[in-house]
């Protein structure tokens, strides 16, 4: 099994531009996160969607936007990037909310 | 909502010790906790969780103790591997309908041969 897919892996925008991340998973898994991680800092919280048809705030959601597309897919949105949101981003899922995590191999954005 | 912090960024020891990596949290109520470790360039990999219904589980190698009364985990590892070289995470947070895993900044464990 493939686990958690994240695309692209690596990405160089300009400020003011839009892009999409993608993120797909195949454990059939209700629940799924996005999450930003800056040098030295823990994993934080951006959006997370507890079950298909639904999605969350977490803890720094500003400057993005998500997508539950189905069950297998949780899109992360950056409408106007920011050189603050340079980070390295990845998504995650887990079978319910309270179970572990899986997390994919990230995605290394940079924003000039 | 939940804060957990680990207490050492960086914990360096030689190969066959054993290693300690401490966390501690905020919110008296969380009641599952969860460590994961992070290689580099990879997205973090779990490793032991445990409820606070247990003080203590273990694994292979690996053992996860919690204090609630003082609100702290550890994450002991037997005979450290330089495999074992990473960053590691505790996480934890409430079960139930608001459970959202937060997550430490992590402590990177270095393993001298």
């Known amino acids: 099994n493939a686990g958690v897919t994240q695309t692209p892996k690596f990405q160089v925008l300009k400020t003011g531009q839009s892009m999409t991340l993608q993120c797909a998973q195949d454990m059939n898994h209700n629940s799924m996160y996005w999450y930003r991680q800056d040098p030295g800092m823990g994993l934080r919280l951006i959006y997370y969607s507890a079950s298909e048809g639904t999605t969350d705030k977490g803890e720094v959601p500003n400057g993005y936007n998500v997508s539950r597309l189905n069950k297998r897919e949780f899109s992360l949105r950056l409408e106007s990037a920011a050189p603050s949101q340079t980070s390295v981003y990845f998504c995650?899922?887990?079978?319910?909310?309270?179970?572990?995590?899986?997390f994919g191999s990230g995605t290394q954005l940079s924003v000039l | 909502g939940e804060s957990v912090g680990l207490h050492l960024p960086t914990l360096s020891v030689q190969e066959g010790d054993n290693s300690i990596i401490n966390c501690a949290y905020s919110n008296s109520a969380s009641d599952y906790f969860i460590w994961y470790k992070q290689e580099s360039g990879k997205g973090p990999q779990f490793i032991i969780d445990?409820?606070?219904?247990?003080d203590k589980r273990q694994g292979q190698r690996v053992t996860v103790l919690l204090n609630k009364t003082v609100k702290h985990l550890s994450l002991q590892i037997a005979a450290t591997q330089p495999g074992d070289s990473a960053v590691y995470f505790c996480a934890g947070g409430t079960e139930g309908g608001s459970y959202i895993p937060t997550f430490g900044r992590g402590t990177s464990l270095i393993v001298h041969p």
């Open positions: 995650a899922s887990s079978i319910g909310r309270t179970e572990k995590l899986f």
């Open positions: 445990i409820r606070s219904n247990m």
